[in-house]
């Protein structure tokens, strides 16, 4: 798991239970079934409303993405563009069929220039999985923005169930806290899971989804290089702002290992 979302997720835990225990109430007062059912199951029906099943099941799906540890090493990429233009420089295409490739997305590239596909050929290919990535990669951050839209608002809904209930029984006192209760944990239980959970994801997600584009246009962009036949050079030179570092400068070795180690550090 990725350490920031799992160390977010503990502090905002750590910090909500710290916070009851302080006020001196007791623990189990804010656990409240029925404002629970109104704010998940209302949310994830809304949420399920809004959207196509198979959709909405796929966006669930993806959103795994935000917990993921694995980041795209573009630097490390671009190094094995390099060698694999290299080797199609020296002996031909054909040669980079016997390369060990690690990242699928680098290999389908590979594989186009292997089954002889001319440069434009290549690069739509390239360009159109990345389009269908970033969609559904935006689908996801759609969903989880609705689940943040809505969450509120059927805490609101719950707030007025209690309401209601209160009003009604106002003869018996006996009911009023308990309806009470409802009203407010509700609105409690909405504002949680929107601004502390569903929110927060939605944001590492659209972060995780810039990354891969990233990494998936460095990819794009190389292959293309390869397919026209580009000196090495040049295309270390063309694809180094992907990198956010001038590493065809005098001092090139020391901007690449500066880049290392921080990409270690992440």
Request: charged letters at 20%.
């Given at each position: 798991m990725d350490k920031a979302s799992g160390l977010g997720i503990s502090i905002i835990i750590l910090a909500i239970i710290f916070a009851i225990n302080m006020s001196g109430a007791d623990t189990g007062i804010f656990v409240n079934i029925p404002s629970i059912f109104i704010v998940v199951g209302g949310t994830f029906g809304a949420v399920m409303l809004s959207y196509r099943l198979s959709n909405f099941l796929d966006a669930l799906s993806n959103i795994k993405l935000a917990f993921s540890s694995k980041q795209p090493n573009l630097f490390d990429t671009l190094d094995n563009l390099v060698d694999l233009s290299n080797d199609a420089r020296k002996s031909g295409v054909l040669a980079l069929e016997d390369s060990e490739i690690e990242?699928?997305?680098?290999?389908?590239?590979?594989?186009?220039?292997?089954?002889?596909?001319?440069?434009?050929?290549?690069?739509?290919?390239?360009?159109?999985?990345?389009?269908?990535?970033?969609?559904?990669?935006?689908?996801?951050?759609?969903?989880?923005?609705?689940?943040?839209?809505?969450?509120?608002?059927?805490?609101?809904?719950?707030?007025?169930?209690?309401?209601?209930?209160?009003?009604?029984?106002?003869?018996?006192?006996?009911?009023?806290?308990?309806?009470?209760?409802v009203a407010l944990l509700t609105t409690l239980?909405?504002?949680?899971?929107?601004?502390?959970?569903?929110?927060?994801?939605?944001?590492?997600?659209?972060?995780?989804?810039?990354?891969?584009?990233?990494?998936?246009?460095?990819?794009?962009?190389g292959i293309a290089h390869i397919s026209r036949g580009d000196n090495p050079k040049l295309m270390l030179e063309m694809l180094a702002v992907y990198l956010g570092e001038d590493i065809s400068s005098p001092g090139k070795s020391e901007n690449r290992q500066g880049y290392k180690e921080r990409n270690k550090e992440k």
């Amino acid at each position: 798991m990725d350490k920031a979302s799992g160390l977010g997720i503990s502090i905002i835990i750590l910090a909500i239970i710290f916070a009851i225990n302080m006020s001196g109430a007791d623990t189990g007062i804010f656990v409240n079934i029925p404002s629970i059912f109104i704010v998940v199951g209302g949310t994830f029906g809304a949420v399920m409303l809004s959207y196509r099943l198979s959709n909405f099941l796929d966006a669930l799906s993806n959103i795994k993405l935000a917990f993921s540890s694995k980041q795209p090493n573009l630097f490390d990429t671009l190094d094995n563009l390099v060698d694999l233009s290299n080797d199609a420089r020296k002996s031909g295409v054909l040669a980079l069929e016997d390369s060990e490739i690690e990242n699928e997305f680098l290999q389908k590239g590979v594989n186009l220039l292997l089954d002889g596909h001319d440069t434009d050929t290549v690069e739509f290919a390239l360009s159109r999985e990345i389009l269908q990535t970033r969609q559904r990669n935006n689908q996801s951050i759609k969903v989880l923005n609705s689940f943040t839209e809505l969450a509120p608002a059927m805490g609101m809904i719950g707030t007025l169930i209690g309401l209601v209930a209160m009003l009604v029984a106002m003869e018996d006192p006996k009911t009023i806290g308990p309806s009470m209760s409802v009203a407010l944990l509700t609105t409690l239980y909405g504002a949680l899971l929107a601004n502390g959970f569903t929110g927060p994801l939605a944001n590492k997600l659209g972060e995780r989804a810039d990354e891969i584009k990233q990494h998936m246009m460095l990819v794009r962009d190389g292959i293309a290089h390869i397919s026209r036949g580009d000196n090495p050079k040049l295309m270390l030179e063309m694809l180094a702002v992907y990198l956010g570092e001038d590493i065809s400068s005098p001092g090139k070795s020391e901007n690449r290992q500066g880049y290392k180690e921080r990409n270690k550090e992440k």
